[in-house]
Nanobody, 125 residues
Framework: QLQASGGGLVQAGDSLRPTCAAS????????LGWFRQAPGKEREFVAA????????YYADSVKGRFTISRDNAKGTGYLQMSSLKPEDTAVYYC????????????????????WGQGTLVTVSS
């Protein structure tokens, strides 16, 4: 089970760091991903991190502004979001994918089989 938290209402240019806490799962055995879904839009990939905390993957729209990280000892993942823009407004979901996930699939929601309930991030202009 995954629990995402740390969303909120911020102004453009502000920072926010949602967290993703795992319970009942061997967190360190999975890759971590963050996705988001804005009103009226499809869910889209944001960032992902391999299970050992090495290779990272980012959507072009957040590259240079967002940083994904994890603490396997705590079973927790993070998404540091900086220089937020109104277009970043969405419900943010964390998810886990098997360690065997190939690189091209790390960007696809279909590769992730464990999902949290989402946390709302609203960025005002």
């Amino acid at each position: 089970q995954l629990q995402a938290s740390g969303g909120g209402l911020v102004q453009a240019g502000d920072s926010l760091r949602p967290t993703c806490a795992a319970s009942g799962e061997t967190f360190s055995a999975y890759n971590l991903g963050w996705f988001r879904q804005a009103p009226g839009k499809e869910r889209e990939f944001v960032a992902a991190l391999r299970r050992r905390g090495g290779t990272t993957y980012y959507a072009d729209s957040v590259k240079g502004r967002f940083t994904i990280s994890r603490d396997n000892a705590k079973g927790t993942g993070y998404l540091q979001m900086s220089s937020l823009k109104p277009e970043d407004t969405a419900v943010y979901y964390c998810a886990l994918s098997p360690q065997s996930t190939i690189t091209s699939s790390m960007y696809s929601a279909r590769a992730y089989n464990i999902w949290g309930q989402g946390t709302l991030v609203t960025v005002s202009s």
